[in-house]
């Protein structure tokens, strides 16, 4: 081999050599990109995910709000449409009773009622009797026989100007009230008696 033969030949060695060298480099490159190019698709499809995660859960927590704020909502209307009715429940009841007292009837009832079951809590007692200043004498002298005929004693009555209705018997430290005012003093229960017939109404 002369020496310009054994020269190509080196130089088409380096060229070779080049050549290797520059393909296993681009080939490197190529997989760095593919690498990063996958990577970059990974990260952008979780950053993707996160934010549709995020965006579902401020949905959800908007919806619970809003579910909330009706629910409050609709409990203060309710609330106000109770309040509503039991005031009306409790003029009409207070006006009801008033009306019955003005009866003569109803009245005598009333105050029979009173009698009987005051004697049965307390039999044998002496009773003074408070009631409002235009009751009837006659339905006094009445109560008198009721009293007597149970077993009872009168020691008296008595005019009370603060007694709208009915009658407060009293026997020593013993008091049966049947005044309006005492039929009605438990507000709450008898509210909570109206409220479940009004919701019972409402079923």
């Known amino acids: ?64 709000r809003a579910k909330a704020q009706r629910k409050t909502r609709e409990r203060l209307a309710r609330q106000h449409r109770v309040k509503g009715l039991l005031e009306q429940g409790w003029t009409r009841l207070n006006g009801t009773l008033l009306q019955s007292w003005r009866d003569p009837a109803q009245r005598w009832q009333w105050v029979e009622r009173s009698a009987l079951r005051a004697t049965s809590v307390v039999p044998g007692a002496s009773w003074m009797i408070a009631h409002p200043r235009d009751w009837p004498v006659q339905e006094r002298e009445r109560l008198r026989a009721l009293l007597e005929a149970q077993g009872a004693s009168l ?22 009230d049947a005044t309006l005012g005492g039929l009605l003093a438990d507000r709450a229960a008898i509210e909570a008696r109206l409220l479940f017939h009004l919701e019972k109404d409402e079923g």
């Open 1 to 64: 081999m002369n020496p310009a033969q054994s020269a190509a030949a080196l130089l088409q060695l380096v060229a070779d050599n080049l050549t290797t060298r520059c393909e296993a480099l681009r080939a490197r490159a190529q997989g760095e990109a593919r690498a990063l190019l996958g990577q970059a698709h990974a990260d952008a499809r979780k950053r993707v995910r996160a934010a549709l995660e995020e965006a579902r859960k401020r949905g959800e927590e908007r919806i619970a």
């Open 155 to 176: 020691a008296g009555f008595a005019a009370d100007d603060a007694v709208a209705a009915g009658v407060r018997m009293t026997s020593g430290y013993g008091v049966f």
